[in-house]
């Protein structure tokens, strides 16, 4: 009775085990725009986020560790309207869970302060010439292997200077 019973529970777990696939992913990085997490108009000053989603099948994102000085992924930003490239940043460690190599998550790029990218500061009032100006980003990454993910551009954001 007992050998039945373990039969029966082995073939159960197997079966509830081989429904759960582990998620496969292109060896390229796959962006998407998630969101904007400020209000609009956003005013320099503030802080705020770009929100973007990443998938990586070989989990190639970020450095290897913290003093690894070889290889790094980058996240590049250009400005659409005023044709400025942002100096590429690159992003941090991207453990993987798991046992799957693939990895997924989401990526916040600062918006203004003295972290992150900083895509606006008070001098960027200059390029306005009215009190308020809509600007549009084009966003895309390369990991270690230097494989670029798609490039995905931005809804406008309206911006006003102080």
Do not use: W
Not at 33 to 46: G, K
Not at 69 to 78: D, L
Request: proline share 7%; hydrophobic share 40%; glycine share 8%.
């Amino acid at each position: 009775m007992k050998l039945k019973l373990a039969i029966i529970f082995a073939i159960c777990f197997l079966g509830i085990n081989a429904c759960f696939k582990t998620p496969e992913y292109p060896v390229e990085p796959v962006i998407k725009f998630a969101s904007y997490s400020i209000t609009q108009p956003y005013i320099i000053p503030d802080t705020g986020n770009i929100r973007i989603t990443f998938t990586d099948g070989d989990g190639d994102l970020g450095k290897l560790t913290n003093n690894d000085s070889g290889s790094v992924s980058r996240i590049f930003i250009r400005d659409v309207k005023y044709s400025l490239d942002k100096i590429p940043q690159v992003l941090p460690i991207i453990p993987q869970k798991g046992t799957t190599k693939a990895i997924s998550g989401a990526i916040d790029i600062k918006l203004a302060g003295n972290l992150g990218i900083g895509l606006f500061d008070e001098s960027s009032c200059l390029l306005f010439q009215h009190p308020y100006d809509t600007l549009v980003f084009e966003i895309y990454i390369k990991d270690r292997a230097g494989h670029k993910s798609n490039v995905i551009t931005t809804p406008p954001l309206v911006v006003s200077c102080p």
